[in-house]
């Protein structure tokens, strides 16, 4: 018998097929005083549990109060998305006979390519005032974002600010009073633990399943695919979960959040036995930066770390199997000033015990640049412990504001400094690489997301800050955009400021 072979694949956010989407979603920074969502959560928990002890198991069959609970607080998501740009269209050859058939008309292949698209998912409600938790891809380059309330109200969404590196985004409502989901604590579920998934799966809204759950940091590299920095250390489920219950809800038997649905395990692209969620305590972390700072402070130790198995420690000469092991410490890095050596094995984070690279990254992706942690490791068989304070990827302690100016507005784009990698791929010194597109004059010529900016006016850039400094330099003339895409393709892009 063949056996096919399992496939991770993010959920798909419709059921409709998957969005083309040029246009970006303008990003909104909420400018009012900062207040955490927790905070928010703080008001007269009528209908909640306040205790934070695990499920009584007594009660863990009966999953009517969690779903009372939970279901007004879930929400559908419906995005759209303009019609997509014929270029790069690749022609068949049927298009011609197929233009023929239907006269002048553009052949339904190419007309699919131009076709407005529509996309759904969830979402949970994090306040009363309307904050919103799903997951990035549901949004991505969405043009508009509709949220349907579970008693049919429908309000046009903010995008706040999105985090790719964990699948996150956070949307604003104008509302008062909504039922929300309260946090729980995704560190103290336990394997086998009673869990609910909360969607609209197959535009089915407001479906509850049941399941238990299945492990825990289960890292399945389907974030990493993207981004070197991506966080996986999935609570994974055996709950029904499948398109479009991605950004929904995972809660406990009390009806407390304790993950975000983001993806399934599946040879089909339906459910096939196992789904996985993010954790509520990175869920926390990263709504509550989006929510003050506009952007995820993302906070690094700075070390290579594997996971210990057998033939690494046959290699390495290691008895114990608990642990991560360091397999190098960057120059410059938190660790490195800390003095953690390669060779070490790293078994705590601030006293908490980790036994895989996963919960070891989604421990330190808790903290922001500056926070200080407590390092536990093992060298040559004695345990030490030392104190780290973490950095961010320039290699500093600085937290970042996003900021909103002219040009970046004007541009309709948001820019970061292309990493060591990206630079070295491409065999290029310096560049600056667009990682989201709006509406805007970049757009209008014919940019595409992640394009590395290399000059401006025959001028190198090597951060955002030097295109504005060009740009302003240049006010009333025309602009020459010089750069290269991943694929190593250049592209020359021109248009007046």
Not at 197 to 204: E, Q
Not at 217 to 222: E, L, M, P, Q, S
């Given at each position: 018998m063949n056996s096919k072979k399992l496939v991770l694949i993010v959920l798909l956010a419709s059921v409709m097929g998957a969005a083309i989407a040029l246009a970006g979603f303008k990003f909104f920074f909420n400018t009012e005083k900062y207040e955490s969502i927790e905070k928010k959560q703080q008001v007269s928990f009528t209908n909640y549990a306040t205790d934070t002890s695990t499920a009584d198991p007594s009660q863990c069959f009966d999953f009517v109060h969690a779903a009372e609970i939970v279901r007004p607080a879930v929400v559908h998501i419906k995005t759209y998305y303009a019609?997509?740009?014929?270029?790069?269209?690749?022609r068949t050859p049927f298009d011609d006979m197929l233009r023929e058939y239907f006269g002048d008309k553009m052949s339904p292949n190419e007309y699919h390519q131009q076709a407005p698209q529509e996309a759904s998912g969830s979402g949970v409600i994090l306040s009363p005032d309307g904050y919103i938790a799903t997951n990035n891809h549901v949004v991505e380059n969405a043009d508009r974002v509709?949220?349907?309330?579970?008693?049919?109200?429908?309000?046009?969404?903010?995008?706040?600010?999105?985090?790719?590196?964990?699948?996150?985004?956070?949307l604003k409502i104008e509302e008062k009073e909504l039922p929300f989901v309260p946090y729980g604590d995704s560190d103290k579920m336990k394997v086998g633990e009673w869990v609910l998934?909360?969607?609209?799966?197959?535009?089915?809204?407001?479906t509850v399943t049941a399941?238990?759950?299945?492990?825990?940091?289960?890292?399945?590299?389907?974030l990493r695919e993207k981004d070197n920095f991506a966080i996986e250390s999935f609570i994974q489920t055996d709950a029904v979960v499948n398109p479009g219950n991605s950004g929904g809800a995972l809660v406990d038997t009390k009806g407390r959040l304790i993950g975000i649905n983001t993806s399934i395990a599946t040879p089909t692209g339906s459910y096939a036995g196992y789904a996985f969620a993010v954790p509520v305590t990175l869920v926390k972390k990263v709504m509550d930066d989006i929510l003050k700072y506009g952007q995820t402070q993302r906070a690094l130790l700075g070390v290579t770390i594997l996971d210990i198995n057998a033939p690494l420690a046959k290699e390495k000469g290691i008895t114990e199997y608990s642990g991560v092991y360091v397999a190098g410490v960057n120059p410059?890095?938190?660790a490195e000033a800390a003095g953690l050596k390669e060779g070490d094995i790293i078994t705590k984070i601030n006293g908490i015990v980790v036994n895989s690279s996963a919960e070891l990254q989604e421990i330190i992706a808790r903290n922001r640049p500056g926070d200080k942690v407590k390092v536990d490791y093992i060298r040559k068989g004695k345990e030490h412990n030392v104190a780290a304070v973490l950095k961010n990827k320039e290699g500093d302690t600085k937290l970042v504001k996003r900021e909103e100016n002219e040009t970046g507005t004007l541009l309709g784009a948001q820019f970061e400094a292309a990493t060591t990698e990206e630079l070295k791929k491409l065999n290029l010194e310096n560049g600056v690489k667009v990682t989201k597109l709006n509406s805007g004059k970049l757009k209008e010529a014919g940019v595409k997301e992640g394009f590395i900016i290399t000059s401006v006016d025959k001028n190198p850039v090597t951060k955002p800050s030097d295109i504005e400094s060009i740009l302003n330099r240049n006010k009333d003339t025309g602009i020459l955009v010089e750069g290269i895409y991943p694929n190593g393709q250049k592209a020359y892009y021109a248009f007046g400021w």
């Open positions: 019609a997509a740009s014929n270029e790069g269209y690749q509709e949220v349907v309330l579970n008693d049919k109200r429908s309000y046009i969404a903010k995008l706040i600010g999105t985090d790719p590196t964990t699948d996150l985004a956070l998934a909360v969607g609209n799966p197959f535009n089915l809204t407001s399941g238990i759950v299945s492990a825990k940091a289960r890292n399945i590299n389907i410059g890095s938190a």
